[in-house]
């Protein structure tokens, strides 16, 4: 359901429920499990899309150490991190 308001341009009822679910897989499954670090991906860009770009960065950095350690660096997923990553500091003006 958040990905389809998120979709429809209704951010501000995705962000509820993806945080909640992004809060409940890391309870069960752990900060640093695949599906949380790909959900906790997900919350950034989202907060990204939302101009919540401290947020947003805070989190990506988190999930690209996070990936770098479990998948490590060259992993597809690494690398989505750091690409994201690299592009919101640019937008925020961090070079």
Same mark, same amino acid.
């Given at each position: ?6 979709? %429809?341009?209704?951010? #501000?009822?995705?962000? /509820? ?13 752990g900060p640093?499990? /695949?599906?949380?670090?790909? &959900? ?9 899309? %939302? ?7 805070? &989190? ?15 992993? /597809? ?6 690409? #994201? ?6 937008? %925020?003006?961090?070079?």
């Amino acid at each position: 359901l958040a990905s389809l308001f998120a979709k %429809m341009g209704r951010r #501000d009822e995705a962000e /509820p429920l993806l945080r909640r679910a992004w809060e409940s897989r890391q309870a069960t499954l752990g900060p640093t499990h /695949p599906d949380t670090l790909e &959900l906790s991906h997900g919350l950034a860009a989202l907060l990204g899309d %939302m101009g919540r770009h401290q947020e947003a960065e805070v &989190l990506l950095q988190g999930v690209l150490e996070a990936r770098e350690t479990t998948l490590g660096p060259t992993h /597809p997923d690494t690398l989505a991190s750091l690409i #994201d990553l690299s592009a919101l500091l640019k937008l %925020m003006g961090k070079y």
